[in-house]
């Protein structure tokens, strides 16, 4: 099947023929070919990929987007009597206040400006302002903008005092090397159609074992409970409470076999940096600007400023799609921007492609 355009966006994304290609068949959600074939091996390589020993980490599949998953995680790490601490600089930093308050958590929001990075300062200064804090949740890659958060600054900030670190890795995870273990990350959340390249349908949390088994009893929604999911996965050899997506599901099996042929998490974050440095190297060269600096800009997606006033985005976006890509609005309120992601199946060969056709409609 051909594709009907390149999707320049941050997930879902485009998704490599083969890995479409691996959805073509159906799959029994409780028969051992799938549990133990397929959902099993998975688990085992989320934990490989990331370098993780299986005596202290473990993993969960959970249905639904992303969002889930930070729900289900928060819903199920923060009890009544715990204080959240949100660093946020972003949308999905928020989001996850707009979580706490649907569970009427206990919890401080520090908000940034959506230029600004979470760095270790603000972590501190945070935890100093606000005693008592249990828990600290942050954005890794904020996908709002592209910023890539200072985690380890936050990580050193915190080590040592207990605190359980809840980290969104959605569109960093696998695309981006994170040490998961040195960092002592407690949960790292991460979705099927971002960087390894899947299609939508289900996320995952990579876990500290202990901090898993901790969470029992403490979920307050039914579908959302990480421990009930996780203990029905391990009991069950990969069985899933609830129908699992199980086209999606064989099509991330396909796509983890691709991310291991390419050389893994490093091969990977090699060619999503290259991918963006020949899209702003390029864009720069036709007179758009950035909206962040340098160095604060992950490899993930980049948000460009409009280029003059009268700029018509809507018009730039269906000359575009016309030519067979597809970029993304933009998402903050200070600037007009769009954003243009360098995530999927995307090689510096598409992004020389897609410069040519901007550089025609423009
Ligand atoms: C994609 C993404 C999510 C999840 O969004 P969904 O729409 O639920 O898939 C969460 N956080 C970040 C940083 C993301 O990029």
Redesign the pocket.
């Known amino acids: 099947m051909e594709r009907n355009y390149l999707l320049l966006t ?2 879902p994304l485009s998704t490599s023929e083969s890995v479409r290609h691996a959805m073509l068949q159906d799959w029994c959600t409780w028969d051992k070919d799938y549990n133990e074939g397929i959902v099993t091996p998975l688990r085992h390589d989320l934990l490989a990929i990331a370098g993780l020993d299986e005596a202290d980490y473990t993993t969960v599949l959970l249905q ?5 998953c ?1 729900e289900a995680t928060i819903g199920a790490t923060v009890r009544p009597e715990d204080k959240l601490l949100i660093l946020a600089n ?1 949308a ?1 930093g928020k ?1 996850m206040a707009q979580i706490a308050d649907y569970y009427k958590l206990n919890y401080v929001l520090v908000s940034l400006g959506e230029t600004e990075l979470v760095t270790g300062e603000v972590a501190r200064k945070a935890l100093e302002a606000n005693p008592g804090v249990t828990h600290l949740s942050m ?6 903008t592209g910023l890539l958060n200072p985690i380890e600054e936050v990580a050193e900030v915190i080590r040592g005092r207990g605190i359980t670190f809840i980290v ?5 995870f696998a695309g981006v090397p994170i040490d998961i273990k040195g960092l002592g990350i407690d949960f790292l ?1 991460s ?1 099927a ?2 960087c390894i390249q899947g299609v ?1 349908g289900f ?1 995952f949390i990579i876990a500290k074992k202990d901090k898993m088994l901790a969470t029992k009893g403490n979920a307050r929604s039914l579908s959302l409970d990480i421990y009930a999911q996780w203990e029905t996965m391990e009991k069950g050899h990969g069985k899933w409470r609830f129908t699992s997506p199980t086209h999606v599901v064989r099509a991330f099996y396909q796509a983890m076999q691709e991310l291991k042929e390419e050389g893994g998490i490093e091969a990977r974050h090699r060619r999503y940096v290259e991918n963006h440095r020949t899209l702003v190297d390029g864009m720069r060269a036709l007179g758009f600007q950035t909206l962040l600096s340098d160095d604060k800009q992950g490899c993930i997606i980049t948000s460009f400023l409009y280029p003059s006033a009268d700029f018509d985005f809507a018009d730039f976006y269906n000359k575009l799609k016309g030519k067979g890509f597809v970029i993304y609005p933009g998402k903050i309120s200070d600037a007009d921007t769009f954003r243009i992601g360098n995530i999927g199946d995307i090689y510096p060969s598409d992004i020389k492609a897609l410069l040519e056709a901007i550089r025609e409609v423009r």
Request: aromatic share 8%.
């Open positions: 941050p997930g639904g987007s992303g969002t889930y930070v972003g999905y989001r954005v890794h890659s904020e996908t709002t969104d890795a959605m569109s960093s959340v979705s159609n971002k939508p996320g």
